[in-house]
Every structure is written in structure tokens, then in C-alpha cells.
């Protein structure tokens, strides 16, 4: 397993308001559940200091 932090942030996606730390399978597995919890604000996922995914505010979209 490895450990995973999102970073959900505020509404001018400047400042983190909001950190779930979680444990994943893999990337794509974590990125899953990230996106269930992250609503529709811009959202960072990172693992040991990598970013692995990104979202933008308002969509879906990963942008990364």
C-alpha cells in the first residue's frame, strides 16, 4: 500500500483548505477515490512529493 495526500482547495484555488491523507493499491486506484471526495473543487493528489493527478475547479476534468 502506498500513501497518498489530496489537496482540495478553496474557492480561488490558491489555498488548501481541506487534506485527506489515504492509503491506495496504485495510482489510478487513488486517484478513484479522490475524485469521489473532492466535489468540484480544484484538487491536487500527491505521492511521496510526486503529483500525480490534478483537477481543475468546476469539472472533472484531470488535467494531468
Do not use: C, N
Not at 486517484?31 to 469521489?36: I, P, Q
Amino acid at each position: 500500500m502506498r500513501r497518498y495526500h489530496l489537496y482540495m482547495f478553496d474557492r480561488t484555488g490558491r489555498k488548501v483548505e481541506e487534506e485527506r491523507a489515504f492509503q491506495a493499491t496504485d495510482d489510478r486506484t487513488a486517484a478513484e477515490l479522490a475524485e469521489g471526495w473532492r466535489t468540484r473543487r480544484k484538487a491536487e493528489l500527491w505521492r511521496s512529493g510526486k503529483q500525480v493527478e490534478t483537477w481543475v475547479a468546476g469539472s472533472g476534468r484531470r488535467i494531468r
